[in-house]
T-cell receptor, first 112, second 111 residues
Framework: DQQVKQNSPSLSVQEGRISILNCDYTNSMFDYFLWYKKYPAEGPTFLISISSIKDKNEDGRFTVFLNKSAKHLSLHIVPSQPGDSAVYFCAASANTGNQFYFGTGTSLTVIP | DVKVTQSSRYLVKRTGEKVFLECVQDMDHENMFWYRQDPGLGLRLIYFSYDVKMKEKGDIPEGYSVSREKKERFSLILESASTNQTSMYLC??????????FGEGSRLTVL
């Protein structure tokens, strides 16, 4: 059973606009969340993280929001650039271990 | 910079062959992981290791085994490859707590 879900397989956004990628989780024990970006034929690269003691974390154009009551997190990219076109995965981990559970990914296309 | 190196980017093997996928990390990380990535299924954990000679099953360990004889090296073994093991295999490492650092992946095709 998928504990981390990304319900949108794909998303298209115009260059310069905001991209919002969503992620839901079911396990209330999850307390550390990551976002990864993946280009074809490459390994995922770490983007940004957030722990459950925060509800927002920002790094340049990337902001992650966490809503613990809704078990929902989102990644905002603003402004979106064509180089942001990739598959984005969210991942979650519980304090009891370092095993991360990944979502199925959202393919973002930023249109020039 | 952390570097995680996977020995082969592309492999083609025949059903029943034994397959070794090697992974080396250079940052003295305690934890190492093997994932496979399949379309529509995301990344699924096969095995992980939090110390030399230690291993833990992930979500899909069937048909796989692992070896960690040295801290920097984590090997994934397919004892008898099958066509349903055709996939992208990703190795990762991390400190005790923290983000995963991935290698570039090994695309395995089993004919």
């Amino acid at each position: 059973d998928q504990q981390v879900k990304q319900n949108s397989p794909s998303l298209s956004v115009q260059e310069g606009r905001i991209s919002i990628l969503n992620c839901d989780y079911t396990n209330s024990m999850f307390d550390y969340f990551l976002w990864y970006k993946k280009y074809p034929a490459e390994g995922p690269t770490f983007l940004i993280s957030i722990s459950s003691i925060k509800d927002k974390n920002e790094d340049g154009r990337f902001t992650v929001f966490l809503n613990k009551s809704a078990k929902h997190l989102s990644l905002h990219i603003v402004p979106s650039q064509p180089g942001d076109s990739a598959v984005y995965f969210c991942a979650a981990s519980a304090n009891t271990g370092n095993q991360f559970y990944f979502g199925t990914g959202t393919s973002l296309t930023v249109i020039p | 910079d952390v570097k995680v190196t996977q020995s082969s980017r592309y492999l083609v093997k025949r059903t029943g062959e034994k397959v070794f996928l090697e992974c080396v990390q250079d940052m003295d990380h305690e934890n190492m992981f093997w994932y496979r990535q399949d379309p529509g299924l995301g990344l699924r954990l096969i095995y992980f290791s939090y110390d030399v000679k230690m291993k833990e099953k992930g979500d899909i360990p069937e048909g796989y085994s692992v070896s960690r004889e040295k801290k920097e090296r984590f090997s994934l073994i397919l004892e008898s490859a099958s066509t349903n093991q055709t996939s992208m295999y990703l190795c990762a490492s991390s400190l005790v707590v923290g983000e995963l650092f991935f290698g570039e992946g090994s695309r395995l095709t089993v004919l």
